[in-house]
């Protein structure tokens, strides 16, 4: 299956797009972003109501945000003006992904929808029976999600046909990392999974503690991922054995981000943690916020992050460079384009920061 | 659904000693329709039995068994129904034809919430009487505390996660028939109505409060889950450094259809917040008692659960729960959070006997029969 969208699925063209969460399927979100100053100003500001508790993508000067509302909205990146929105079958918590210039996203509905990006009309829908939180991660053509419904699915991405779906053992929340080595999803009742993604079969599982609603990171064969379990955990894999696990003081549910030997991820107990990516030593840590459970964005030698508001960091040391005040968020990630930040919050808004 | 008015005023505030309390408005309530009311209603089948479980090996690093509150659960609520089984003594409670309501309590979400691994096994408790997951709904009013305290994962496939409402003014998940009508502070929005949910949708009501200090109530136990966590608006009960919880609290829980519906509370004393309730994350004000409480008289248990409180503060050297002394007043909230002497209101801990002389249950620590089980 070949992608035939003049955009690659899942991999930005324009370096300032942001086309999934945290960028790009190796979710190197802020990969090249310089250490922003704190923000001056709101280029602007626009509430679009309800909750916003997922993170919004970028695409060709087009910002796409979900909401609560059940509305999916297309705003123009420069000015903030409303393109158009669609309405879906529920409330959603799903963040998007673009495939080419269709946007896809999970719904309270159980439904995932394809929207053409331009005209904001549907270009299709397909159902499972729970709701979907997950962001679709697009790959080769094919879009693979978890739903609450205890099954992970993949369907074509053109034409939302349903290639097959896999029975996991609780809901699936967390957001799938698709590579070269398979699919791999975190699930409510502790596993780890790695599934072929040809095929949805499983090829390993590995139990933690208690839940998972963390996204993973793989970095070459380590896979990184947080659990309710209050580990994060370093992953073979291949096989699926754990290389080390780091304890934390409460859940995680945020997801990993790497930088280098570094690996940066924000727990419940309000710190942020930067471990070693081979060892999991601890690094530094610091109290970021009283409680973190979106991922932290890691840019050339600054991290930013959404807990209660926006704040900054020094990459090497985790000294707090600045904190603005805006977009307090639970799954919310700020996308960075250039100077200017784009940020959502749990309160309805979104702001171009500058 | 028509409504039936009641006029209610006048009842006083308690432990108003030091401090003159402004006088309690009237509050003026709109039921549902009269209906058959349950035999289980509020304060149920066990007026003033309150069961304490309790087993060290609970909670450990903060972290909650599963297994060890597994044999909480089922030998509390053999204690409290006389049951040989956890289904029969669901069975007590809930019918197979049943949609029911675990109300928690994230409200202070993830440092102290109400345990899934406890929801997990009343769900199951539940699931064992025979209704299926399909009508087995946890809520909430706040879909957003839920989502820190990572409900929707790690409740079993099939089980509905419901926030009733999305942010502070969105009240579209509420019955515009059913609620309580007072002004309090001059607010301009003078009605609380009740979740539609509970008017309309479920049958069966379990209550999964948390052990929590409260700066305005005094403490949050099983009336306050169940009051402020079905009516929205309700933060306008106080107001620096004043709170009209009591008698508010209580007033609600006197509702139909929630009082019929609430047949039955599991209190999760896991975690006991004895400073900055309900909503702080400061671990030095949180300790792990490894403790479940069951009843289906939410008076007397809250009056247990204040108790508890009040010995922890002693020990601790903290003012009591009761104390209105004005020095112990702050605007501050970061200093609230870090001082255990300090609180932003007068508490009104008054409100568990308020809602006794409502009826619902017994507030008098005599007539309680508290009883205790120390598993290890």
Redo the contacts between chains.
């Keep these: 299956m070949t992608d035939k969208s003049p955009v690659p699925a899942g991999s930005a063209v324009n370096e300032n797009d942001w086309v999934t969460l945290l960028k790009d399927n190796a979710r190197t979100g802020g990969f090249g972003a310089p250490a922003l100053p704190s923000p001056a100003k709101a280029r602007w500001q626009e509430r679009v109501g309800?909750?916003i508790?997922s993170a919004p993508v970028l695409h060709d000067g087009t910002l796409y945000v979900t909401s609560?509302t059940g509305y999916l909205y297309a705003l123009q990146a420069d000015t903030g003006r409303q393109k158009w929105k669609f309405k879906a079958g529920g409330?959603i918590h799903s963040t998007p992904s673009l495939f080419g210039s269709v946007v896809l996203f999970g719904c309270d509905d159980g439904r995932m929808y394809a929207v053409n990006g331009d005209s904001g009309t549907k270009a299709w829908e397909t159902s499972t029976d729970?709701?979907i939180?997950a962001s679709p991660v697009v790959r080769q053509g094919m879009a693979y999600f978890g739903s609450?419904?205890?099954h992970v699915h993949a369907v074509e991405a053109q034409t939302g046909k349903r290639c097959w779906k896999t029975a996991l053992g609780?809901?699936v929340?967390?957001t799938a990392f698709a590579g070269d080595k398979g699919l791999f999803v975190g699930c409510?009742d502790g596993n780890m999974h790695s599934l072929d993604a040809a095929t949805g079969k499983i090829q390993w599982s590995t139990l933690t503690?208690?839940?998972?609603?963390s996204s993973p990171a793989l970095v070459g064969d380590t896979l990184l991922i947080g659990s309710?379990?209050?580990f994060v955990y370093a992953i073979d894999a291949n096989i699926g054995t754990v290389r080390w696990k780091y304890e934390t003081?409460?859940?995680v549910?945020a997801a990993p981000a790497v930088s280098g030997d570094v690996v940066v991820i924000g727990s419940?107990d309000?710190f942020l943690y930067a471990l070693e990516l081979g060892t999991g030593k601890l690094r530094w840590k610091v109290p970021a916020g009283?409680?973190i459970?979106g991922p932290a964005v890691v840019g050339d030698s600054a991290i930013y992050l959404q807990s209660w508001g926006l704040l900054a960091l020094e990459l090497a040391t985790g000294k707090v460079l600045w904190r603005a005040g805006l977009g307090s968020g639970?799954?919310n990630v700020p996308v960075i384009a250039g100077r200017t930040i784009y940020l959502t919050s749990?309160?309805?808004d979104v702001y171009a920061l500058e | 659904m028509g409504s039936a008015g009641l006029f209610l005023g006048g009842i006083p505030a308690l432990g108003s000693d030091t401090v003159e309390m402004p006088p309690v408005p009237p509050i003026d309530v709109h039921e549902a329709p009269p209906s058959k009311k349950s035999p289980l209603r509020m304060p149920g089948l066990y007026p003033g039995r309150v069961v304490e479980v309790a087993d060290l090996r609970s909670i450990t690093g903060n972290r909650v068994s599963q297994p060890i509150v597994h044999d909480m659960l089922e030998r509390g609520l053999k204690e409290l129904t006389g049951e040989n089984s956890t289904r029969a003594a669901f069975a007590k409670f809930i019918e197979p034809k049943d949609v029911v309501g675990v109300k928690i309590n994230p409200s202070g979400a993830p440092a102290c919430c109400s345990s899934p691994e406890l929801v997990r096994d009343i769900i199951e408790g539940v699931r064992s009487v025979g209704v299926p997951l399909q009508n087995i709904v946890v809520y909430d009013r706040f879909g957003y505390e839920m989502d820190l305290g990572s409900y929707q994962t790690l409740m079993p496939p099939g089980v509905e996660i419901v926030g009733v409402q999305d942010g502070l003014l969105d009240a579209s998940g509420y019955d515009a028939n059913v609620f309580c009508e007072m002004s309090f502070f001059g607010e301009w929005e003078t009605r609380s109505y009740m979740a539609s949910i509970v008017a309309n949708r479920l049958d069966k009501i379990i209550n999964v409060p948390t052990l929590k200090d409260h700066s305005a109530s005094g403490v949050t136990g099983c009336l306050k889950n169940v009051a402020y966590g079905t009516f929205n608006n309700v933060a306008r009960s106080h107001k620096e450094p004043f709170s009209f919880t009591n008698p508010l609290i209580g007033v609600m829980c006197s509702v139909e259809p929630l009082r019929s519906k609430v047949v039955l509370n599991i209190m999760d004393g896991m975690r006991m917040v004895w400073h900055g309730g309900p909503l702080t994350q400061n671990q030095k004000f949180i300790y792990q008692a490894g403790l479940l409480m069951m009843s289906t008289d939410p008076v007397a248990m809250d009056t247990i659960e204040l108790e508890m409180i009040e010995k922890k503060r002693r020990e601790e050297g903290a003012p009591s729960i009761w104390d209105h002394d004005p020095k112990s007043i702050t605007k501050d909230g970061r200093e609230f959070y870090e001082d255990a002497s300090k609180n932003l209101f007068y508490r009104q801990p008054g409100h568990i006997a308020a809602a006794g002389k409502l009826g619902l249950g017994v507030s008098d620590l005599k007539q309680i029969d508290h009883r205790k089980l120390q598993i290890s």
């Design positions: 309800g909750s508790r609560s409330q729970g709701e939180w609450a419904d205890a609780g809901r929340y967390g409510g503690g208690n839940g998972i609603d309710q379990d209050f003081g409460l859940g549910s419940k309000g009283e409680v459970t639970v799954q749990h309160d309805g």
